[in-house]
C-alpha cells in the first residue's frame, strides 16, 4: 500500500478520519494525499464571472481552507505528504484524483445522516464506494452517545 488518499472537508469528522490514514502510513510507510475539494463557484445568471463581492468573498474561503490544508499537512510531518485543494463536484474529483495519484485505498469518513438525508442530498462517501475501482476505507465519524 504505497498511497493514501485521504479526502477531508474541516469538519468534526476530520481528526478521526486523519487518525486511520496515519495508522495506514504507519503500518506501510505509505505516501498520504489530502485532498480538499472546494465546490465550484456558483452560476449567476446575467453575470459573466459572478459580481465582484461574492468573488471576493469566495477567494477569502479558498485562502482559508488552503491555510487548513497546509495546517494538516503540516500534522503529518513524520510522513510522506502531498497537498491538493482542488475544485469541482466532490465525489466526481475524489474519484479522479485516486486515480491521478494511483491510490491504493481511499480513506473517507461517513457523517452518518440518516435516510432521509441521503434521498434528498445524497452522499459523497456513497457515490465514492459505487463508483471506485479500488479499495475504499469508510471511517465511521459518528459519536456515540
Do not use: Y
Not at 32 to 55: K, N, Q, T
Not at 66 to 77: V, Y
Request: aromatic share 4%; glycine share 6%.
Amino acid at each position: 500500500m504505497k498511497t493514501i488518499l485521504v479526502p477531508v472537508d474541516f469538519s468534526d469528522a476530520t481528526p478521526k478520519i486523519i487518525a486511520a490514514a496515519r495508522e495506514l502510513a504507519e503500518a506501510f510507510r505509505s505516501r498520504i494525499v489530502l485532498l480538499h475539494v472546494v465546490e465550484p463557484e456558483p452560476a449567476f445568471v446575467g453575470f459573466e464571472p459572478g459580481p465582484e463581492s461574492v468573488r471576493v468573498a469566495i477567494a477569502g474561503d479558498f485562502h482559508k481552507e488552503h491555510q487548513q490544508l497546509e495546517k494538516l499537512k503540516a500534522s503529518l510531518a513524520d510522513f510522506d505528504v502531498l497537498a491538493l485543494q482542488i475544485q469541482g463536484g466532490i465525489a466526481e474529483k475524489i474519484l479522479h484524483e485516486a486515480e491521478q495519484q494511483n491510490a491504493d485505498v481511499i480513506v473517507i469518513g461517513s457523517h452518518g445522516h440518516g435516510a432521509l438525508h441521503h434521498l434528498l442530498v445524497g452522499s459523497v462517501t456513497s457515490n465514492v464506494l459505487r463508483n471506485a475501482n479500488r479499495r475504499v476505507l469508510v471511517v465511521p465519524t459518528k459519536t456515540a452517545a
